[in-house]
């Protein structure tokens, strides 16, 4: 098994897994017309695909004891409870994102949903396994939450003609978020301990978790939408485009790929899974990027919601630099 153990090794798999988490959905927009619950299938395939083959490459370069066959044969029920329970939160927080970033678009899902989800979830990370210099790392999520505050007044701006919707895909939002934010302290408990599986196993069971969550929680999503459209069943998913379903299998190997690099970051001895999710979570500045300077999702707003998405885009810069900073700065006696 490859793991990293010098800092700027895995400081690179950090900022690569942040950019995977938040460019991903771009896979979304390369789909026009295709309802987010049917994208939702091909993407949990493209996650199964991605997470095996990474397990069978860099998950068992060698025969040491993290090796991924050995991993999976070694594991303790708890670890493996822990890793699927990981991928069934996941999964239900990730269809609440895509429903929102249908609802308001890449500049605010992510911003609000996921910037959320780095409160929680570095809160909950640190308490498991406490690593790096707090007041920075506390001090980089306080940054972070101010941004999220700022991006939400933004979108109620841009929507003002709209507050029905405005409140609506918030609040779908701050759903995505809290969940989100649950999920990595369950990979956390898979991967410490007797038993304990590594990175790559760890992303396997997830990968199988977030599937067996999404047959009936996606399919009663169809039945049921969060967003405009009526029902759906599966035969509008099998008349699909060629295009559209290797546009959602793109998506879920993207962020499969980030997801598999965070794991492994986490393992290093210096970085711990705090930092490396509240790092891989500035997939919240990469997807705002996206969705205001290339898919102009802000178009047409307001001066003042454009200032407030340029402070929002300080703050979250200089949060995450007092995160990636934490690790290498002593911590105050």
Aim: glycine share 12%.
């Amino acid at each position: 098994m490859y793991q990293p153990e010098g800092y700027a090794v895995a400081l690179f798999f950090m900022v690569a897994s942040m950019i995977c988490w938040g460019s991903w959905a771009n896979t979304i927009k390369l789909a026009p017309g295709w309802r987010f619950q049917l994208f939702y299938w091909d993407y949990v395939g493209g996650i199964l695909l991605a997470s095996l083959a990474w397990g069978l490459t860099l998950g068992s370069i060698d025969d040491g004891p993290h090796r991924l066959a050995h991993d999976l044969a070694q594991a303790a029920p708890a670890s493996v409870v822990s890793a699927l329970a990981a991928g069934a939160i996941f999964n239900v927080a990730n269809l609440l994102l895509v429903a929102a970033i249908e609802l308001a678009g890449l500049a605010v899902a992510f911003p609000i949903g996921i910037g959320l989800a780095l409160v929680v979830g570095v809160l909950l990370n640190y308490t498991l396994a406490p690593r790096g210099n707090p007041m920075l790392l506390f001090g980089g999520v306080g940054l972070v939450a101010l941004a999220i505050v700022l991006d939400a007044l933004a979108y109620r701006r841009k929507e003002v003609l709209h507050p029905a919707l405005s409140a609506r895909a918030i609040g779908v939002c701050l759903g995505c978020g809290v969940l989100m934010g649950l999920f990595y302290p369950f990979v956390t408990r898979a991967s410490t301990g007797p038993g304990a599986l590594g990175p790559y196993a760890v992303a396997l069971v997830f990968a199988v978790g977030v599937l067996l969550c999404a047959i009936p929680v996606n399919y009663l999503f169809m039945r049921r939408p969060l967003t405009a459209g009526g029902p759906l069943d599966m035969r509008a998913y099998f008349a699909g485009r060629p295009r559209w379903h290797v546009a959602g299998i793109a998506g879920g190997v993207i962020w499969c790929t980030g997801t598999v690099l965070n794991f492994v970051a986490a393992r290093a001895a210096i970085v711990g899974p705090a930092i490396s999710y509240a790092i891989g979570q500035g997939a919240t500045l990469v997807s705002a990027v996206w969705g205001v300077l290339v898919w102009r999702e802000f178009r047409g707003a307001p001066p003042a919601a454009r200032r407030l998405l340029g402070w929002m885009f300080l703050c979250f810069l200089a949060g995450l630099t007092l995160v990636a900073i934490a690790p290498i700065v002593g911590s105050p006696r």
